[in-house]
């Protein structure tokens, strides 16, 4: 299959930016000084050459499918052996990972409980500084215990080193593209592989969010194979290690495919039985685990807000519990009405992935804290669907300017408070909103079960 001039052209220009950009990383070229902004036109250029390659025919991806995976893993491993930029979370994972190992939980006590203590880590001195790169050292770990299990792992192999912390990201990464390749074909597949945003925010800056995705795709995997007892096991996992991930749950639950050997009962309960079971492999790791962090993650979903949509705009005519309601009352609404036209809705297995797609992005638009990386979990349900959803991953690449802080635009840092961080100029969340809503009701239209 040969491609004309302009495919050619914006080919080979996505892989060459791409490659430089990782290799200018791995040197340090590009790195914090150069400015925030910088950073996000070349990612935003990147994008923009990674967005004609979807015009490229399947087939042309089926013959050069070994080249282009062995070119997304060189990419990603330079990715990897680079600095994080303008992301400081990795330092809470080295730090919990490298507790678990000495046998102590990291939900026990915040960071700032050692501040001063020796706990003989293998390499003190490094151990000490990571200990002080940790944001809000006040609190204790807040995630689950599947993620860090993780840590703990890459902690016994590689103690103390985010590069292989985030190299490791790289398993879970070729199972869910061998998933996709499986599920739908090679394009969608490679298209997945080759994602900017993927690459930024995972083996750039480190975020665990491919592991959840890993265990989401599987059981989708597993789900059309009809293993539907181990699906269900999985999604439990899945939910165990993103609570938010709940929102999939009508897909499995009601999907019209489903075996009538497996009733409702059955699929409650190997979903709890995933769910639970990393807490029991976790605490044959490690004791005194409390409630696991439970507690805090409420008190964060509760005290937080960063670079939220609805919410936000809700928040200004109540206050943050009542918009909080608001928001949940939405959500629920929107998945009881799915329950209630689930024969309709997941009829069709395209439809069903098309709605886990939007339930999930629904999610993120009623939460309070959005993240720029939660919306890559929303990468997998786009490129099963593809063409349908079209140019719908641009969704993906919007939250991208949440990094726009007040604290990285050096905007009244004199003035900032213990979470500066979290200060987002006004303008951005509304670009964000407006953006984000025009593209996903322009597509509204192809979820089946808002049509006729």
């Known amino acids: 299959m040969k491609l004309n001039l302009t495919q050619n052209l914006f080919l080979f220009s996505y892989c060459i930016s791409l490659l430089l950009i990782s290799i200018f990383c791995f040197f340090e070229i590009i790195n914090v000084q150069s400015g925030i902004i910088f950073f996000l036109m070349i990612l935003f250029m990147i994008c923009f050459l990674y967005s004609f390659l979807f015009s490229i025919n399947k087939n042309f991806f089926e013959k050069y499918f070994f080249f282009l995976v062995i070119f997304g893993v060189i990419v990603k491993l330079f990715f990897s052996f680079s600095n994080p930029l303008w992301e400081d979370d990795w330092a809470r994972y080295l730090w919990e990972g490298n507790l678990i190992k000495l046998g102590i939980s990291p939900y026990k006590h915040p960071p700032e409980f050692y501040f001063g203590k020796n706990f003989h880590f293998q390499n003190d001195f490094q151990s000490i500084e990571i200990?002080?790169?940790?944001?809000?050292?006040?609190?204790?770990?807040?995630?689950?215990?599947?993620?860090?299990?993780?840590?703990?792992?890459?902690?016994?192999?590689?103690?103390?080193?985010?590069?292989?912390?985030?190299?490791?990201?790289?398993?879970?990464?070729?199972?869910?593209?061998?998933?996709?390749?499986?599920?739908?074909?090679?394009?969608?597949?490679?298209?997945?592989?080759?994602?900017?945003?993927?690459?930024?925010?995972?083996?750039?800056?480190?975020?665990?969010?491919?592991?959840?995705i890993f265990f989401i795709v599987t059981a989708i995997f597993l789900?059309?194979?009809?293993?539907?007892?181990?699906?269900?096991?999985?999604?439990?996992?899945?939910?165990?290690?993103?609570?938010?991930?709940?929102?999939?749950?009508?897909?499995?639950?009601?999907?019209?495919?489903?075996?009538?050997k497996l009733n409702m009962f059955y699929k409650l309960f190997f979903i709890l039985f995933g769910f639970v079971f990393p807490y029991f492999l976790f605490h044959l790791i490690v004791q005194e685990n409390g409630n696991f962090g439970i507690d805090k993650i409420l008190l964060f979903a509760k005290e937080f807000e960063f670079n939220s949509l609805f919410f936000h705009y809700i928040k200004i005519f109540s206050n943050h519990k009542i918009a909080g309601v608001i928001c949940y009352s939405i959500l629920f609404c929107f998945l009881f009405y799915s329950v209630i036209h689930s024969k309709r809705i997941f009829t069709h297995k395209q439809n069903g992935t098309i709605w886990m797609f939007y339930s999930f992005l629904i999610y993120l638009q009623l939460s309070s804290i959005v993240n720029p990386w939660y919306f890559l979990i929303l990468t997998p349900f786009y490129f099963l669907t593809y063409p349908t959803l079209k140019f719908s991953w641009i969704i993906i690449l919007i939250p991208q300017l949440a990094y726009l802080t007040n604290l990285n635009l050096g905007i009244n840092l004199n003035n900032s408070s213990e979470f500066g961080f979290y200060n987002l100029p006004e303008e951005i969340i509304y670009i964000e909103f407006i953006s984000i809503l025009i593209i996903e009701l322009c597509y509204l239209k192809k979820c089946y079960f808002l049509s006729n």
């Open 131 to 212: 200990l002080s790169r940790i944001n809000h050292p006040d609190w204790s770990a807040i995630y689950s215990p599947i993620i860090e299990f993780y840590f703990y792992v890459t902690a016994i192999f590689f103690p103390l080193s985010i590069s292989f912390l985030k190299a490791g990201y790289v398993i879970f990464d070729l199972a869910i593209f061998l998933m996709i390749k499986k599920i739908g074909n090679s394009k969608k597949a490679i298209l997945y592989f080759l994602f900017p945003v993927i690459m930024k925010e995972t083996y750039l800056n480190g975020h665990f969010e491919i592991i959840c």
């Open 223 to 260: 789900f059309k194979k009809k293993w539907y007892k181990f699906s269900f096991f999985i999604l439990g996992i899945a939910i165990h290690s993103k609570i938010f991930l709940f929102v999939l749950l009508p897909y499995f639950l009601f999907h019209n495919s489903h075996s009538k």
